[in-house]
């Protein structure tokens, strides 16, 4: 059977941990033939390479101007699939993906990924729960295209950026969302049912080569808390530079090491709320570690911090858990599906500096570092490569023979 993947990113080293490309590992080692199409971008080594296998995976690198990609086109034209898996609202990949999919007769399986990242939706993606649009309006015919065309655009974005987004997730012969809150969204809101694909990750915590990062001077070598991530208001790194600065106040250092691989204009933003609040020397700033330098941090964190406000799912959280660190979490939808206060995480309100402080010293607790670790172990084995895998075949049973 012919497979072809189609999404913006992945097939490098940043990404390994991506469904996705998990996926695609899985059906290359079951003996598919497997495609992943991705962007291509010049200016980023990562992308610039047009063709090439990255551990196992063939991948080509399609360039696009709008929705219209001629090298994605052809090659689904050649390549000849049964299936054609269209990953992410947002891509500018999956028009043509899908287009290319009905002339050579292929099933199409749209994986829906941050349903409530979409401008057309939201108008903050950093604050979604709060800013969903009054009417809702996603163009996903051609006669709504060209209707709209004739009347206000739809809140959020262009109308043809609307309509290149959602008609191939509209038509799709099958609909996976990776939670259960996002699958009641696009029912609320599209009318579709879908399969539910939680995301995991591959437990390799103990193979997991490492490497020591250049650490900031002051920055401890063990036991400081972790933050991973966007300097994005919905990943909550601000509420932790807040309850720093509370515990400072009752005269209790902890430090934290901030990891982002933001630009230099979004990471000012953190740099100015350290100083501003006084905890310069308790925040520890690295910038696009590697894997084997994330493996060295997981190894001596005291502590993950995800105080999200909003997740399309979190994967840090289980790269904590396979790690055996401690996790911080908050009272999120999509983190209540897994995390659980006092058996494998601590959760705090979201955007709560107090709790959050709180947490940070109820994990001294007796015996709770202990009980947050075995839970979390226990909830990782739940969420592997191989179940997401065996998750992926039953939603696309029935779609097609073999």
Same mark, same amino acid.
């Given at each position: 059977m012919k497979i072809a993947i189609v999404t913006p990113f992945g097939a490098e080293k940043r990404l390994d941990a991506f469904a996705e490309f998990l996926i695609a590992q899985h059906l290359v080692k079951d003996g598919r033939d497997v495609?992943?199409?991705?962007?291509?971008?010049?200016?980023?080594?990562?992308?610039?390479?047009?063709?090439?296998?990255?551990?196992?995976?063939?991948?080509?690198?399609?360039?696009?101007?709008?929705?219209?990609?001629?090298?994605?086109?052809?090659?689904?034209? #050649?390549? +000849?699939?049964?299936?054609?898996?269209?990953?992410?609202?947002?891509?500018?990949?999956?028009?043509?993906?899908y287009i290319a999919a009905r002339l050579v007769g292929a099933k199409v399986v749209f994986k829906v990924i941050g349903f409530l990242h979409d401008p057309c939706v939201v108008s903050d993606r950093d604050?979604?729960?709060?800013?969903?649009?009054?009417?809702?309006?996603?163009?996903?015919?051609?006669?709504?295209?060209? #209707?709209?065309?004739?009347?206000?655009a739809p809140a959020g974005c262009g109308r043809w950026e609307n309509f290149a987004t959602h008609y191939p997730m509209a038509h799709a012969d099958r609909l996976i969302t990776i939670t259960q809150f996002e699958r009641e969204w696009v029912k609320k809101v599209m009318g579709l049912d879908s399969r539910l694909v939680?995301?995991?990750?591959?437990?390799?915590?103990?193979?997991?080569?490492?490497?020591?990062?250049? @650490?900031?001077?002051?920055?401890?070598?063990?036991?400081?808390?972790?933050?991973?991530?966007?300097?994005?208001?919905?990943?909550?790194?601000?509420?932790?530079?807040?309850?720093?600065? @509370? @515990?400072?106040?009752?005269?209790?250092?902890?430090? @934290?090491?901030?990891?982002?691989?933001?630009?230099?204009?979004?990471?000012?933003?953190?740099?100015?709320?350290?100083? #501003?609040?006084?905890?310069?020397?308790?925040?520890?700033?690295?910038?696009?570690?590697?894997?084997?330098e994330k493996a060295w941090l997981y190894r001596r964190a005291a502590a993950l911090l995800a105080p999200s406000r909003y997740e399309g799912f979190g994967l840090t959280p289980f790269e904590a858990f396979d790690f055996g660190v401690p996790v911080f979490g908050t009272d999120i939808p999509v983190y209540s599906d897994f995390l659980k206060d006092g058996y494998n995480s601590l959760i705090s309100k979201k955007g709560d500096p107090v709790?959050?402080?709180?947490?940070?010293?109820?994990?001294?607790?007796?015996?709770?570092?202990?009980?947050?670790? +075995?839970?979390? #172990?226990?909830?990782?084995?739940?969420?592997?490569?191989?179940?997401?895998?065996?998750?992926?075949?039953?939603?696309?049973?029935?779609?097609?023979?073999g």
């Open positions: 495609r992943m199409f991705t962007y291509h971008m010049a200016n980023n080594p990562e992308y610039a390479e047009k063709r090439l296998t990255y551990k196992t995976v063939p991948t080509v690198r399609c360039r696009q101007r709008y929705g219209c990609s001629p090298r994605l086109f052809i090659e689904i034209l #050649k390549f +000849r699939p049964q299936l054609v898996m269209l990953c992410h609202i947002r891509s500018w990949l999956n028009l043509s993906g604050n979604p729960l709060e800013t969903v649009h009054e009417n809702i309006a996603l163009l996903t015919s051609v006669s709504s295209l060209v #209707k709209s065309s004739f009347e206000k939680p995301w995991g990750v591959k437990l390799e915590a103990e193979q997991a080569s490492e490497s020591e990062p250049k @650490l900031p001077e002051g920055c401890p070598r063990e036991g400081f808390l972790f933050f991973i991530g966007q300097v994005k208001r919905r990943k909550g790194w601000d509420t932790i530079i807040e309850a720093l600065a @509370l @515990l400072k106040e009752q005269g209790i250092r902890k430090d @934290l090491v901030f990891v982002t691989s933001s630009s230099p204009d979004e990471y000012k933003e953190a740099h100015d709320l350290v100083e #501003k609040l006084g905890v310069k020397d308790r925040v520890h700033f690295l910038y696009r570690v590697s894997n084997e709790t959050l402080a709180e947490n940070m010293m109820r994990l001294e607790q007796p015996g709770m570092r202990e009980a947050l670790i +075995r839970g979390g #172990k226990e909830t990782v084995a739940k969420y592997t490569d191989v179940q997401i895998y065996e998750a992926y075949q039953r939603a696309v049973e029935g779609l097609i023979q």
